[in-house]
């Protein structure tokens, strides 16, 4: 089968990499080095998005700023998944008319997700006058020629226009850790759930080649990373547009046979397509860590089914017996949506049975938010959000409780552990199944697998002593 999955042209890459040059010389020009504020927000995705957005600013001659006072540039990489992280950027774009005001050079791009929402970015463009440019994720690899228009022309630079949101392979990347990389394998998602707005602004699944994968993680183990986490709104779909007969599990065997010290994680996987296939392959390779984000979203079918998830309860029980039978040892997290429209009080407590029966790790749990355009926003929504608060603290108080106890169930055993970092006397680490660890050591053990023991836990993380 050919591969239908569009590519960018090495000549239209060319292109945009000789117009980062043109800009690196208007800015050595004038003896100045040009300092930009990266802000994110919303998932891995875009974090690692914001990594190549860095990678092409600093090809154009930028440094960088955790701060938009002062700045030359701004770039606000937006989320789109709920109503409050839109809320927070518009807040934080209107607030930048007084940073500008007090540096008027400064320019201001706003990018991600929430540009992928034509009446969003339509909004961003008549209503924030301040802002230059605004690009969605599908025309991120233009970002030299948007900055060219803006700076050198003058103009503003508007790149929202649909496209097929084609891959740039090889684009410059500026990764904001030295140990932990994301390496994104497919972008997109086709699977619609009824209350997502992902789909639509990140548009369909497109696989990335596996050479093209296994050459970047080759290289970043070659660099000394340490940890590479796999990305895409549904790994598990890996490859179906390539017509290659690599699925996920083959790409995470490949990649996990190549050599070097590494732990290789991925995210996030669906559980209509979360294969037997998977979990052998984690079962059969030390280098794959034993964690596992399944959402459920859901503990009851008849949610499940208006979700549009297309499995049941029963299913995704199946897959945690499943993966569990095979590593006692391995890790569950999982993403669930409390007052999804219509969710009455019966089946949200088929949600926290499905939470006492499972016994995550960790939850990530979010209120439901009617996103505009999806087919859930349209359902009749009856319950009040005082009963959905009630619900959503009713999951976090019985999920804390889990979360407490499999972390007071570490005390004693002997762990082996990332360490990557400081946090205060303490080094920080994680687990395999990532579970913080703080313990005191020297900085000589950053970047290091370690053992270590657990002396004592709380809700959140693990204490422990480098065992000697
Ligand atoms: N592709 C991933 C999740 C991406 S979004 C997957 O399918 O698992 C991350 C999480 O945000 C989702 O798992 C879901 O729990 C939550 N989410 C998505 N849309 C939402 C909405 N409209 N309201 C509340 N939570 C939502
Ligand atoms: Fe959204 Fe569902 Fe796709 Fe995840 S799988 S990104 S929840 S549509
Ligand atoms: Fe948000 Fe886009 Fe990720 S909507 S959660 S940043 S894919």
Known sequence: MERKTPVISPEDLRRQAEIA?????????????????????????????????????????????????????????????????AQRVFGNVGA???????????KIFVCGCMMGQPEISARMKNS????????????????????????????????????????????????TNALKAWVSVMYGCNNFCSYCIVPYVRGRERSRLPAD????????????????????????????????GVDFADLLTQIADLPGDFLL?????????????????????????RQFHLPFQSGNDRILKEMNRHYDRAQYLELIDYGRKLMPDIVFTSDVIVGFPGETEEEF??????????????????????????????????TPKEEKNRRFDRLLAVQNAISEEKHRAYVGKTVRVLVDGRDGDRLTARTG???????????????????VTVTDATTWSLV???TM
């Open 128 to 175: 924030y006058a301040h802002v230059d440019g605004i690009f969605s994720p599908h025309h991120l690899w233009q970002l030299p020629e948007h900055l060219y228009r803006v700076l050198i022309r003058h103009k503003k630079a508007w790149a929202v226009e649909d496209s097929n949101g084609a891959i740039a392979e090889g684009l410059p990347v500026v990764r």
């Open 21 to 85: 040059q043109y800009i690196r010389e208007f800015w050595q020009n004038q003896g100045v080095t040009p300092v930009a504020c990266v802000e994110t927000y919303g998932c891995q995705q875009n974090e690692a998005d914001s990594e190549q957005i860095r990678g092409i600013l600093e090809q154009c001659g930028y440094g960088f700023t955790d701060a938009a006072e002062g700045a030359d540039l701004v770039v606000i990489n937006t989320c789109a998944i709920r109503e409050h992280a």
């Open 464 to 466: 422990g002593a480098v």
């Open 433 to 451: 199944g990532g579970r913080l660890v703080r313990f005191e050591g020297d900085d000589g053990l950053i970047g290091k697998f370690i053992d």
């Open 265 to 289: 994680r991925f995210m996030t996987s669906h559980p209509r397509d979360a294969s037997h296939k998977l979990f052998d392959t984690m079962a059969s390779r030390p280098k794959i860590a």
């Open 96 to 106: 930048l008319v007084h940073t500008k005001r007090r540096h008027p050079g400064q």
């Open 213 to 244: 994968i296994l050459a970047e993680c080759r290289d970043l183990i070659a660099t000394g990373y340490r940890e590479i986490t796999l990305l895409g709104q549904n790994v598990n779909s890996y490859g179906k547009d390539l017509g290659l």
């Open 349 to 382: 407590e088929d949600t926290v049975s499905l939470i006492e029966r499972v016994r995550f790790d960790a939850l990530f749990t979010f209120i439901y938010s009617p996103r505009p355009g999806t087919p859930a926003a349209k359902m009749p929504d009856p």
